[in-house]
């Protein structure tokens, strides 16, 4: 149980992260002075998302869509996750499209951070 919430912990952060990259990149409704002082603004968006994946996003994912577009539909997938947990965060906005973008650049923000995750501990093992 520890384990499954630091991990959960880690995305949570990692998700804040990417959020603040996404919108600072593919901006937003927000001026950068305002995203700048405000980190609680993508600490409860990334929250949000990290929920809605957690609960929502294992539904999804037996849509036949995935299936038939061998997998591309994921990234609409994934950018109406973002977009949905960017609308349900006050003071954020972004289009669809740059939430289908902000999507895969979380996407692989997590595959690294999972990866740095993964190596650390194939090296515990190899000490012990």
């Not at 520890?2 to 990259?21: A, D, P, T, Y």
């Not at 927000?30 to 409860?44: A, K, N, R, S």
């Not at 349900?88 to 902000?102: D, E, K, Q, R, V």
């Amino acid at each position: 149980m520890k384990e499954q919430f630091i991990v959960f912990i880690i995305r949570w952060l990692s998700n804040s992260f990417g959020l603040w990259v996404a919108v600072r990149l593919l901006g937003s409704g927000v001026p950068t002075e305002q995203i700048d002082g405000h980190m609680g603004i993508f600490l409860l968006a990334g929250l949000v998302f990290s929920v809605l994946n957690s609960i929502i996003r294992p539904i999804i994912l037996s849509l036949p869509a995935i299936l038939l577009t061998l997998g591309l539909f994921i990234f609409v997938v994934n950018g109406a996750m973002v977009w949905l947990a960017i609308k349900l965060t006050p003071g954020l906005s972004m289009t669809f499209i740059n939430a289908i973008f902000a999507g895969m650049l979380l996407s692989l923000i997590n595959y690294i951070v999972s990866s740095m995750r993964e190596l650390r501990r194939i090296q515990k093992r190899g000490d012990a």
